[in-house]
């Protein structure tokens, strides 16, 4: 079984940084697609970023693009390092893994194994 565990997140005043961090254990991961995921109080779950290891390629949300940046140490570890944050990036974070052997899955049915999330407070 694959065991996720988040940690990094926090309250933070608007336009600062926070940093994000998932470790994945169980079995070997190089196949598996990392991703980060938010839910927002009365809101659905979204896709904000993701990695594929296997090829290094990435995909972000509109919403994050040029203030988000995801990066993967090994197969295992994920990290995501947010800067300029806003108001609206107020939402449990959570990271997912998926099997996709090539390509960045970002809908949440498409990941199997999730991490308990970590809250992201963004004050204005």
């Known amino acids: 079984q694959v065991q996720v565990v988040e940690s990094g997140g926090g309250l933070v005043q608007a336009g600062g940084s926070l940093r994000l961090s998932c470790a994945a254990s169980g079995r070997t991961l190089s196949t598996y697609v990392m991703a980060w995921f938010r839910q927002a109080p009365g809101k659905e779950r979204e896709f904000v970023a993701a990695?594929?290891?296997?090829?290094?390629?990435t995909n972000y949300a509109d919403s994050v693009k040029g203030r988000f940046t995801i990066s993967r140490d090994n197969a295992n570890t994920l990290y995501l390092q947010m800067n300029s944050l806003k108001p609206e990036d107020t939402a449990v974070y959570y990271c997912?893994?998926?099997?996709?052997?090539?390509?960045?899955?970002?809908?949440?049915?498409?990941?199997?194994?999730w991490g308990q999330g970590t809250q992201v407070t963004v004050s204005s």
């Open positions: 990695n594929n290891w296997n090829y290094g390629t």
């Open positions: 997912a893994l998926g099997y996709a052997p090539r390509g960045i899955p970002s809908s949440v049915g498409e990941y199997a194994y």
